[in-house]
C-alpha cells in the first residue's frame, strides 16, 4: 500500500479562488511528521508548511494551511486567495519514527498534483 | 544565508562512464539526504548522513551507487558503470539535525545518460 496518496495528478483554479490539495498517508506510527512541498517548473523543492502528528493546531504559514484530520489521516494543503505563481507540483511527504530517533529517516513523498492556477 | 547547492546542474554522460555528483548542504546542518526524481517512479529517497556517517545504505538502488561526505559538510554521490534507467534529477537536502526538522532542498542536477 501506499504510504502517501494524492489523489488530484492535476487541477485547474481560477486566480484569486481558495484551493485545496489532497493527501492521506498511511502509518501505524504514532509519532511522524507531515510536510508539503512545491516544485516549481524550475524544479528546486521548495518546502511550505510541517504538521507534527502530535500538534493540536492545525499548522499556518501565510496562505498556507494545512488540514489536518488525524483519524482520518489526511493532512489538505489549502491555498488562500491563490496566484498565477502557485502554478506548480506540490508534494505531500511524511517522515515517520521521529520519537525513535531511528527509522527510516528519509522522506516518503506522494506522486505530486499539478495545480495551475488560470487568470 | 546560501541555501543548499549542488553540482553541476546537468550533467549528459555516455552508458558506461562514472559520474559524481556534488553536493554542499546549508552550513550548520549536520543531516545530509539524498534523493532521485524520475518520471517512473516519483521521488525516491537514497541515503543519508549524519555527520559522516550513513548508518543505512540500503536505499541505493544497486552496488554502482555509493556516497560519501567528508567534514560533516560537502557529500558526493557516486555512479559507476551509469546505465540509461539512472537518468534522473537527483536532489540533495539537508536538515539541522535529523527527527522532524525540514528538509531543504537543492536544486538538483539532472542527469542525462545516453
Known amino acids: 500500500a501506499q504510504k502517501i496518496t494524492q489523489t488530484q495528478p492535476g487541477m485547474f483554479v481560477q486566480e484569486k479562488e481558495a484551493v485545496t490539495l489532497d493527501c492521506t498517508y498511511d502509518t501505524s506510527d504514532p509519532s511522524y511528521g507531515l510536510f508539503w512541498y512545491k516544485q516549481p517548473s524550475s524544479g528546486e523543492m521548495i518546502f511550505l508548511i510541517y504538521?507534527?502528528?502530535?500538534?493540536?493546531q492545525n499548522a499556518t504559514e501565510g496562505r498556507y494551511s494545512l488540514n489536518f484530520q488525524k483519524a482520518r489521516k489526511s493532512a489538505n494543503l489549502v491555498i488562500s486567495a491563490s496566484q498565477l505563481g502557485d502554478s506548480a507540483m506540490y508534494f505531500c511527504?511524511?517522515?515517520?519514527?521521529?520519537?525513535?530517533?531511528?527509522?527510516?529517516?528519509?522522506?516518503?513523498f506522494g506522486k505530486g498534483t499539478h495545480l495551475i492556477i488560470q487568470p | 544565508g546560501a541555501g543548499v547547492s549542488q553540482s553541476p546542474s546537468n550533467k549528459v554522460t555516455e552508458k558506461g562512464k562514472d559520474v559524481e555528483l556534488r553536493c554542499d548542504p546549508i552550513?550548520?546542518?549536520?543531516?545530509l539526504y539524498w534523493y532521485r526524481q524520475s518520471l517512473g517512479q516519483g521521488l525516491e529517497f537514497l541515503i543519508y548522513f549524519q555527520g559522516n556517517s550513513a548508518p543505512d545504505k540500503s536505499g541505493l538502488p544497486s552496488d554502482r551507487f555509493s556516497a560519501e561526505r567528508t567534514g560533516g559538510s560537502v557529500s558526493t554521490l557516486t555512479i559507476q558503470r551509469t546505465q540509461q534507467e539512472d537518468s534522473a534529477v537527483y536532489l540533495c537536502?539537508?536538515?539541522?539535525?535529523?527527527?522532524?526538522?525540514?528538509?531543504?532542498f537543492g536544486p538538483g542536477t539532472r542527469l542525462t545518460v545516453l
Open positions: 537536502a539537508s536538515s539541522l539535525v535529523r527527527g522532524g526538522d525540514t528538509q531543504y
Open positions: 504538521q507534527g502528528s502530535y500538534d493540536q
Open positions: 552550513s550548520g546542518h549536520t543531516a
Open positions: 511527504a511524511m517522515r515517520e519514527g521521529l520519537d525513535s530517533g531511528g527509522g527510516a529517516d528519509g522522506l516518503t
